[in-house]
């Protein structure tokens, strides 16, 4: 059961994911200022701060470890700049052929967890080039192997202690299961 102060932490977190949701449509002119409260509630208490997402691949081990499995990950109301580089950052190859440069506003370099894979397995930015920070969805915050593997993923002290609350009010290890592609 789930305590008191837990889902009052968890309402918190997503009345502040609502809150910067509509107002990103309010400032992109999605919807207009009579329209931002009613997004506001909308957002709150329709829809959930997790979605499941099923990876196959080496990127994220030894941080998920085996080759595929279902991930929960939560919604964020703007990435946390943990990332590999984000805007300002200047970029050096380790090839000499490549020219260095600066991420750009509202960019960020992502790379694999899994430092053992070459630049074209890891399927990062070394592959790809930069990324928009709009494109950086969530945190991963559980992962599911198989029935008797699975677990919370190991984040910063910090993430993990924000993540805590959704983490008991939304996870389903059953439904994970049944949404599992293994």
Not at 53 to 79: F, I
Not at 97 to 107: I, N, T
């Amino acid at each position: 059961m789930v305590s008191l102060s837990t889902w009052v932490r968890y309402a918190a977190n997503k009345f502040e994911y609502s809150l910067s949701l509509s107002w990103k449509k309010y400032n992109v002119g999605q919807i207009n200022a009579r329209e931002l409260s009613d997004a506001i509630w909308k957002n709150f208490f329709q829809g959930k701060l997790t979605f499941l997402h099923w990876t196959k691949g080496e990127e994220m081990s030894p941080t998920v470890a085996g080759n595929c499995g279902t991930l929960l990950v939560r919604k964020l109301p703007s990435p946390t700049p943990t990332l590999a580089a984000i805007e300002g950052y200047e970029m050096v190859s380790t090839d000499e052929k490549d020219e260095p440069f600066v991420l750009e506003k509202d960019q960020c370099w992502v790379l694999s967890d899994n430092g053992s894979l070459k630049t074209k397995e890891a399927r990062d930015s070394r592959l790809f080039g930069p990324v928009p920070m709009t494109d950086i969805l969530g945190r991963v915050i559980y992962a599911l192997q198989s029935a008797v593997d699975h677990g919370p993923v190991e984040n910063s002290h910090l993430a993990m202690n924000q993540d805590s609350s959704v983490l008991a009010v939304e996870l389903d290890v059953e439904e994970m299961a049944k949404n599992s592609k293994m």
